[in-house]
């Protein structure tokens, strides 16, 4: 997974140049040894050996291209969920009104209902009126859930 954390949106992936380069090689090699080397030589143990290497290089190639491949999906999956995630996030805060957002931010640094009132200077009820709207408006219905949203 740490291989792919930095990962790009327009970047050409790799592994797919790399499929495409292990087959295009199998292909080209599998010509030259049947077509222009082959048919010259003699098919002796030597030659299966080199074969047998030949081939099992590339399958090795192409396993480990494979699960590269499969890995990068996965955390490129996991960057588009976290990026749709953080949009609808995103979207949900713009709703909140200037004073509700002062009273998430205090909320976020784990102050009392008491603290926040005495920094913002408004009474306990109007402080219960703004967190109720930003739990309607952020989908939450306690505090945890607001911290763990944006831990």
Not at 27 to 36: H, L
Not at 81 to 108: C, D, F, M, N, Y
Not at 115 to 120: H, R
């Amino acid at each position: 997974m740490k291989l792919f954390s930095k990962i790009k949106e327009n970047q050409l992936p790799l592994h797919g140049i790399m499929l495409s380069s292990i087959m295009i090689i199998f292909i080209a090699s599998n010509y030259i040894v049947f077509a222009e080397i082959g048919p010259k030589l003699e098919w002796n143990i030597s030659f299966s050996w080199f074969y047998a290497l030949l081939i099992l290089g590339f399958g090795i190639s192409w396993i480990y291209t494979g699960a590269i491949n499969k890995e990068y999906k996965k955390v490129k999956a996991v960057l588009s969920e976290s990026k749709s995630a953080e949009a609808a996030i995103q979207g949900k805060l713009k709703t909140l009104s200037r004073k509700e957002r002062e009273v998430l931010h205090l909320i976020l640094q784990g102050k009392s209902n008491q603290q926040i009132c005495d920094e913002l200077f408004i009474s306990l009820s109007t402080l219960k009126s703004h967190i109720n709207h930003i739990y309607h408006k952020m989908e939450v219905k306690r505090r945890q859930e607001i911290m763990a949203l944006f831990g």
